[in-house]
Nanobody, 120 residues
Framework: VQLQASGGGLVQPGESLRLSCVASGTWFSLATMGWYQQTPGKQRELVAIMFDGGSTTYADSVKGRFTLSRDNAKNTVYLQMNSLKPEDTAVYYC???????????????WGQGTLVTVSS
């Protein structure tokens, strides 16, 4: 499984960005798709995650500003980021957990990371 993330960049506070992540490869099903962020010296933290049934969980810091969506036909997950703040500056990593077999074996994959910089 390979993940191709895109959409990062430099924006001013209050502006928007949309991150995309395309998953390619073979799997039995996709258990979760989501995004994490990481800043220097800190551990990678969850931003938003969507489960197979469609339910979504967001970090408190992004609730009401970020929206996670998924296009199953394209195996793509999107993170729409609105009202961006300087504290949103981070490298954003796409994450997918696939169900590899009908027996339910799970495997975790990470994309290459895309930098989001929010600065005036």
């Amino acid at each position: 499984v390979q993940l191709q993330a895109s959409g990062g960049g430099l924006v001013q506070p209050g502006e928007s960005l949309r991150l995309s992540c395309v998953a390619s490869g073979t799997w039995f099903s996709l258990a979760t798709m989501g995004w994490y962020q990481q800043t220097p010296g800190k551990q990678r933290e969850l931003v938003a995650i969507m489960f197979d049934g469609g339910s979504t969980t967001y970090a408190d810091s992004v609730k009401g500003r970020f929206t996670l969506s998924r296009d199953n036909a394209k195996n793509t997950v999107y993170l729409q980021m609105n009202s961006l703040k300087p504290e949103d500056t981070a490298v954003y990593y796409c994450n997918v957990v696939v169900v590899e077999t009908a027996a339910g074996r799970l495997r975790n994959y990470w994309g290459q990371g895309t930098l989001v910089t929010v600065s005036s």
